[in-house]
């Protein structure tokens, strides 16, 4: 399959069938097992802490990594890529669950996924290409500092249930609360914290977090051994066992299907479905769409630039779409590809998207037989397990490498979103970095555009010129940011002049904007009886010039295919 057609194909399953297709033989299978294997193991307490932070109960972050984990890697895109709960998508769904409770959370990913297939029809799989770095690095710095504010609580073991939706609220009621600082929660974080990034320097293939919060939920029982006050996911959370009974910890059962709109509201009570809500929800669905976009394709192309594969961004929306559509249905909330997961599944020997499949089987397994070990865990161990995820996904060095060396648009754009993000949320945050990115890039492009007077250069004019005559060469883009300048400043430079040729084979682009200030050129040149020969038109501003009916007139505008057939026309009328 050529370049070309995978940068546009849609089918679903593709990733899959591609792998099949090569040839799966029981060596390929075995590695996709112990890869499978691995992975599940990371994504069972990653999981339960995002549903966590995103205001759910730990058992939705598992139902996520099960189904998600399973349908999009049987139906997405790309090879190696592993779906689930991720800490980008924690900024949004937390106020949607505080607000709207889980039945909303789930009616708003179901309207994502909706978005996330019509991307894939429209074939929207490339509009990464689009989206500026500076953009990118601004809103994930920005969800990483929201993630370690909402972490405080647990971390400090403060007595707060739930923090306010507004970002000055929040501070304001931690910095109340921070002489509360329980001090064996705050031992258990540090802790945990600690032996994540020491056992980073030992470079094992072990993944940081297993052992931290092996060691973390060990400190723990010990401490509650001995009479400390410690929250852990039994004492705080809770479900209705199957003979009526209320139990602690997880529930071990399987996910089971029920309308989104029928699990538990804020208070408890399940939503009425309705077009009011889902029109409530449209703009948290169209955020949760845009960063799922941005984060499967992102963790896509870092995948082929390290495999050497090629993923099919269309087909990779396509089954990103399809798992968030029927994920909420099984009580998952929003998944999308995680990177960290997918590296690890690729450096564990993944051949296809069976692994991600595996790693499915094994959080089922988990969730049915070790949720009695789960419910053991700190509260305060997870929340140190954020923000070393925080820390990993705000790219903190490549951020400070674009601060002090990047042009100072970029600079301004990255601040700009970083702040929205933290302070209001991610549709204003993405919206406003890519409103400004864009403005800032056409005055860059606007101001690359020039018009210079090489009349007198011998180079491009080998004879002198007629008396009252100027060639001026327009360099750049003639476009609505750019054109009302140039023209105007031709305009300047054309008064008392006979004529002017205008040496236009640096104009690559003229738009509609363009064309109108060259029809205000026309008319002042008219007025003041100045000739304009135009010379050297590339090809879309000759096709632009066509569709507009521009013709010669005779007297006033002449068209030259070349700037030396414009130059000869003068001089024979100059010897006439």
């Known amino acids: 399959m050529s370049h070309r057609a995978y940068l546009f194909s849609l089918r679903i399953g593709h990733a899959l069938r591609e792998s099949v297709a090569e040839g799966y033989g029981r060596q390929t299978l075995l590695k996709d097992l112990l890869a499978g294997v691995t992975v599940g193991i990371i994504a069972i307490p990653l999981a339960m802490a995002l549903a966590i932070a995103s205001g759910v109960p730990p058992q939705y972050g598992l139902y996520t990594a099960i189904i998600a984990g399973f349908v999009i890697a049987l139906t997405g895109g790309s090879r190696f890529s592993i779906s689930g709960p991720t800490a980008a998508f924690v900024v949004i769904l937390y106020p949607i669950a505080v607000k709207y409770g889980l039945s909303g959370l789930l009616l708003a990913s179901v309207l994502a996924g909706v978005m996330l297939v019509a991307m894939a029809l429209f074939r929207l799989g490339r509009l990464i290409e689009y989206i500026p770095e500076s953009v990118t690095l601004g809103f994930t710095s920005g969800i990483a500092i929201v993630i370690v504010i909402l972490q405080v609580k647990d971390f400090l073991g403060l007595p707060l249930t739930a923090l306010p939706e507004h970002f000055g609220d929040k501070l304001w009621l931690l910095t109340q609360t921070l002489p509360q600082t329980a001090w064996p929660s705050l031992v258990v974080a540090l802790v945990t914290l600690a032996v994540m990034i020491g056992w980073r320097a030992l470079k094992t293939p072990i993944p940081p977090h297993l052992p931290a919060l092996f060691i973390g939920t060990l400190l723990g029982v010990l401490l509650l051994q001995f009479g400390a006050e410690l929250p852990t996911v039994a004492s705080r959370f809770s479900y209705t066992a199957a003979d009526g009974s209320t139990a602690v910890g997880i529930p071990p059962y399987l996910p089971y299907f029920d309308w989104p709109w029928n699990r538990p509201g804020p208070d408890g009570i399940a939503l009425s479905f309705s077009w009011q809500l889902a029109k409530d929800l449209l703009a948290a669905a169209f955020a949760i769409a845009m960063l799922g976009a941005i984060e499967s394709l992102l963790c896509a192309v870092v995948l082929d630039n390290t495999s050497g594969r090629r993923h099919s961004a269309n087909s990779e929306l396509l089954g990103q779409g399809i798992g968030n559509i029927i994920t909420p249905f099984f009580g998952g909330i929003t998944a999308t590809a995680a990177l960290a997961r997918s590296s690890a599944n690729y450096n564990a020997g993944a051949q296809s998207p069976i692994s991600a499949m595996v790693h499915a089987v094994v959080v089922l397994l988990a969730?049915?037989?070790?949720?009695?070990?789960?419910?053991?865990?700190?509260?305060?161990?997870?929340?140190?397990?954020?923000?070393?995820?925080?820390?990993?996904?705000?790219?903190?060095?490549?951020?400070?490498?674009?601060?002090?060396?990047?042009?100072?648009?970029?600079v301004l754009v990255f601040l700009v979103c970083l702040l929205l993000t933290v302070v209001f949320d991610m549709v204003i945050a993405i919206t406003a970095g890519i409103l400004l990115a864009t403005m800032l890039f056409m005055k860059d492009i606007a101001a690359m555009t020039k018009v210079t007077d090489i009349?007198?250069?011998?180079?491009?004019?080998?004879?002198?010129?007629?008396?009252?005559?100027?060639?001026?060469?327009i360099s750049g883009p003639l476009f609505f940011a750019a054109a009302d300048r140039i023209f105007a400043e031709i305009a300047l430079l054309s008064v008392g002049q006979r004529g002017v040729v205008l040496y236009m084979d640096g104009v690559p682009l003229l738009d509609?904007?363009?064309?109108?200030?060259?029809?205000?050129?026309?008319?002042?040149?008219?007025?003041?009886?100045?000739?304009?020969l135009i010379a050297d038109v590339q090809f879309q501003p000759l096709k632009t010039l066509a569709k507009a009916g521009v013709k010669p007139e005779p007297g006033y505008l002449t068209f030259y295919a070349t700037l030396r057939e414009a130059l000869e026309q003068l001089a024979q009328r100059d010897v006439v």
């Open 367 to 410: 969730l049915l037989f070790l949720t009695p070990v789960l419910a053991y865990i700190p509260m305060a161990a997870l929340a140190a397990l954020l923000v070393m995820v925080a820390w990993g996904m705000s790219e903190a060095p490549k951020a400070l490498h674009l601060l002090k060396t990047a042009p100072r648009s970029d």
């Open 455 to 473: 009349s007198a250069n011998r180079k491009q004019i080998e004879h002198p010129l007629p008396n009252g005559w100027k060639v001026l060469k």
């Open 512 to 532: 509609a904007g363009g064309l109108a200030a060259l029809e205000k050129l026309r008319a002042s040149c008219r007025k003041q009886q100045v000739e304009l």
